[in-house]
């Protein structure tokens, strides 16, 4: 997986796509809550939940269908006075990207078992082809050694560079539109 530093990235570069009038610290915050919120699976290691079982690290909270319910869920609480200047959809949208940014990232990286997408329907765990993502130790203890330093030097390659990239383009072309 990308430390959990990094998948903040992708909502904070996909707000800058959002309607002026919707952006708030409250939907962006909901965006990286969506991006980040999958890795609570590792919890289930203390409980004996083995790595490839469906509940495992990878498994269903990194499906497709958490994240559409993830964010399906938290469009309804979405407080309304930003709803009425943008549809349920726009921020739906938003919410799903985010949360679905976490399992593509996790799927870019160069271990662990893979990424269930279509579970529970399918526990089969996929990768992409192109892998250029270290992976990130999941203890403290590693992460925070030469393996850790390596891990954010990849991330800000492959997934800092391009996310800002992406978000100084989308304002340039708001500023001139």
């Known amino acids: 997986m990308p430390s959990l530093m990094s998948h903040p990235a992708v909502p904070l570069a996909l707000a800058t ?24 699976d590792v919890v289930g290691f203390r409980f004996g939940i083995s790595y490839g079982h469906v509940l495992g690290h990878r498994g269903l909270s990194h499906s497709i ?3 559409a319910f993830l964010a399906g869920c938290l469009t309804l609480l979405f407080p309304l006075e930003v709803q009425l200047k943008a549809s349920r959809w726009t921020v739906f949208a938003f919410l799903f990207l985010s949360a679905l940014s976490h399992g593509l990232l996790d799927a870019m990286t160069s271990g662990g078992l893979g990424v ?17 993502i270290r992976v990130s130790p999941i203890s403290f203890s590693a992460f925070f050694s030469p393996t850790g330093l390596r891990v954010l030097s990849s991330e800000l390659q492959w997934i800092w560079l391009p996310a800002t990239g992406f978000a100084a383009l989308m304002l340039l072309v708001r500023r001139f539109t």
Do not use: H, K, M, Q
């Open 17 to 40: 796509v959002l309607p002026r009038e919707i952006i708030s610290p409250g939907l962006v915050f909901l965006g990286v809550v969506c991006a980040t919120i999958p890795d609570l």
């Open 65 to 67: 269908l958490f994240a």
């Open 116 to 132: 269930a997408f279509f579970a529970p329907f399918d526990n089969a765990r996929y990768f992409f082809p192109w892998r250029p």
